[in-house]
């Protein structure tokens, strides 16, 4: 799974052809030893993560809404996608 951005301890992933499980793009987020499952609309779909980590996460997918859309897109195809810069 490619990483998509980090920061602040958090890394952000996201999965090739990801669609199957959750339907909406979402992003992979992992700080420590929790793990979450995050629509780019800020939604926790599965897994837990610390609410401080979650609000930081959001606002990173509030700044680089466009560039995660344009990842996912390009993910949900197989095609390769560029990093997106952290906070």
Same mark, same amino acid.
Request: proline content about 5%; overall charge negative.
């Given at each position: 799974?490619?990483?998509?951005?980090?920061?602040?301890?958090? =890394? =952000?992933?996201?999965?090739?052809?990801? =669609?199957?499980?959750?339907?909406?793009?979402? =992003?992979?987020?992992?700080?420590g030893d929790y793990e979450a499952v995050i629509a780019v609309d800020g939604e926790l779909l599965a897994g837990s993560i610390p609410t401080k980590q979650l609000r930081i996460i959001n606002g990173w997918l509030a700044i680089h809404e466009d560039e995660v859309y344009a990842a996912w897109n390009k993910a949900v195809n197989g095609d390769h996608f560029d990093k997106i810069s952290p906070l």
């Amino acid at each position: 799974m490619p990483e998509l951005s980090r920061f602040y301890g958090i =890394i =952000i992933k996201m999965y090739f052809n990801d =669609i199957q499980q959750h339907h909406k793009p979402h =992003i992979h987020a992992f700080y420590g030893d929790y793990e979450a499952v995050i629509a780019v609309d800020g939604e926790l779909l599965a897994g837990s993560i610390p609410t401080k980590q979650l609000r930081i996460i959001n606002g990173w997918l509030a700044i680089h809404e466009d560039e995660v859309y344009a990842a996912w897109n390009k993910a949900v195809n197989g095609d390769h996608f560029d990093k997106i810069s952290p906070l």
